[in-house]
């Protein structure tokens, strides 16, 4: 059991390591997504102030959706551009993942095998040790069993014929 605890321990660093690693390499990508994101909101900001300075709110309200459905096609090409950089690290993570798994599962089967094995061997022998009392006990408990059934048997009977 305790093998089968390092294993698992061991597979649980190696994936924490990969996570960690893949972060790290991602890191860049997702700051500059935010660094743009946040360029795009200041130009939007700085765009529409003249709008709202003038209180000239009908330009305001057409002027702010033509920016902000400008900044939504924006943000949705970003997105798509960061999935597409990205598509070679979750390949290669889901890829590293499902090895390490293999790995876990080859390596605990064997001992899964043995733990089977050993259970079935004890439980073979507790059932060798208690089958000559539970025989014992059978023959102890019978006189009273058969003497509780005629009992219930008397019992029915006198019922049944009160009624």
């Known amino acids: 059991m305790n093998k089968i605890t390092t294993e698992a ?19 860049p990508y997702t700051n500059n997504m935010k660094a743009q ?3 795009r909101v200041d130009q939007l900001k700085q765009e ?4 709202a300075d003038s209180l000239d709110s009908e330009a305001l309200r057409s002027t702010m959706i033509q920016k902000s ?23 290669d993570l889901k890829q590293k993942v499902d090895r390490h798994l293999e ?4 390596s605990v089967a064997p001992m899964t ?18 089958a000559p009392y ?6 102890k408990l019978d006189p009273y069993a058969q003497d509780l059934q005629s009992q219930l048997m008397s019992l029915y009977e006198s019922f049944v014929k009160s009624n």
């Open 113 to 130: 095998e043995k733990v089977q094995v050993e259970l079935s061997q004890r439980a073979s022998l507790v059932k060798q040790i208690v």
């Open 103 to 106: 790995e876990f599962q080859k």
């Open 48 to 51: 529409l102030s003249p709008y």
């Open 69 to 91: 459905e400008e900044l939504k096609i924006s943000l949705e090409q970003s997105v798509k551009d960061l999935q597409a950089q990205l598509g070679p690290y979750t390949e």
């Open 9 to 27: 321990d061991m597979l649980k660093s190696l994936l924490t390591h990969e996570l960690s690693s893949v972060r790290d390499k991602l890191e």
């Open 134 to 139: 539970a025989e014992d006990l059978r023959e």
């Open 37 to 39: 994101i946040q360029q």
